[in-house]
């Protein structure tokens, strides 16, 4: 069974750039047939998609966040990472990993304070 888990620090300052790591576990990120994917979800608010990797290489981001969004991938460690850069306040949010098969992260959750 494919698992996802979330790295990375709990408290980023403002302007700091975010970065997490997900690594998988019981599937690789190159050969299973899924777009490996962040998504993150504000207090009080819903789900938002921030952007995806594809097998290939590909990588997709949401157009409002595209301009601070960096996904890259480490394909000798079975992990990808997120960088998100300029952080504010607004940024705090509940950061999961997931594929598109299903598979999600417990989350983790990123505050941004100074």
């Known amino acids: 069974q494919v698992q996802l888990q979330e790295s990375g620090p709990g408290l980023v300052k403002p302007s700091q750039t975010l970065s997490l790591t997900c690594t998988v576990s019981g599937g690789s990120i190159t050969t299973n047939n899924a777009y490996w994917t962040w998504i993150r979800q504000p207090p009080g608010k819903g789900l938002e998609w921030m952007g995806a990797?594809?097998?290939?290489?590909?990588?997709y981001y949401s157009p409002s966040l595209k301009s601070r969004t960096s996904i890259s991938r480490d394909t000798s460690k079975n992990q990808f990472t997120l960088q998100l850069s300029s952080v504010t306040p607004e940024d705090t949010a509940v950061y999961y990993c997931a594929s598109s098969t299903s598979y999600w992260g417990q989350g983790t959750q990123v505050t941004v304070s100074s």
């Open positions: 990797i594809g097998v290939s290489g590909s990588i």
